[in-house]
T-cell receptor, first 120, second 114 residues
């Protein structure tokens, strides 16, 4: 069964420093991977995704993520953190071999989330 | 928030009463989803729909039912609310099909069962 893990409940970073939010996954096929961000009292916002091709994916708000097949990881990164980046971040995976009744390639499975705190 | 409206945004209800949450989309997307968000659990899929009158169970479907009579509306019903169903509920939509399609989320409904 597919799964995704975010090993850190919280990540603390000083403003201006690089940040990394970790994500590892387990699927039977080649994965589709996603990152979402949730600000307080809001829904989840899509940041970026990996489908195939270049292992470094660039997304919204200066975020990027690196897909590493051998380590089954998809870590979210940003070269210089902002206080406004403080939020809850979710990694999600879809297993293309897991077909659902609608004929689409599986449903999104989410990690438990990582709270990012960026201090001035 | 990608043309998704959830109603109500907040609700307090008593144990044992039925509750219906509504999700309305203006994007004409085929797939609609209901998730619940709880601390320490992230988001867990309750039910999803892949077309009008076509629905299926997710990971945590016990105690919940859904209906989709129109493309734009997806209703989640708690048949007899319990305190364990106190949560934040999110509706999501996607065009579906290819696995690389992202989902878009509504702003959530905070439900408290007392």
């Amino acid at each position: 069964a597919q799964s995704v893990a975010q090993p850190e409940d919280q990540v603390n970073v000083a403003e201006g420093n690089p940040l990394t939010v970790k994500c590892t996954y387990s699927v039977s096929g080649n994965p589709y991977l996603f990152w979402y961000v949730q600000y307080p009292n809001r829904g989840l916002q899509f940041l970026l995704k990996y489908i195939t091709g270049d292992n470094l994916v660039k997304g919204s708000y200066g975020f990027e993520a690196e897909f590493n097949k051998s380590q089954t990881s998809f870590h979210l990164k940003k070269p210089s953190a902002l206080v406004s980046d403080s939020a809850l971040y979710f990694c999600a995976v879809r297993d293309p071999s897991d077909m659902n009744y609608g004929g689409s390639q599986g449903n999104l499975i989410f990690g438990k989330g990582t709270k990012l705190s960026v201090k001035p | 928030d990608a043309g998704i409206t959830q109603s109500p945004r907040h609700k307090v209800t008593e144990t044992g009463t039925p509750v219906t949450l509504r999700c309305h989309q203006t994007e004409n997307h085929r797939y609609m989803y209901w998730y619940r968000q709880d601390p320490g659990h992230g988001l867990r899929l309750i039910h999803y729909s892949y077309g009008v009158k076509d629905t299926d169970k997710g990971e945590v479907s016990d105690g919940y039912s859904v209906s989709r009579s129109k493309t734009e509306d997806f209703l989640l019903t708690l048949e007899s609310a319990t305190s364990s169903q106190t949560s934040v509920y999110f509706c999501a939509i996607s065009e579906g099909g290819r696995g690389g399609t992202e989902a878009f989320f509504g702003q959530g409904t905070r439900l408290t069962v007392v």
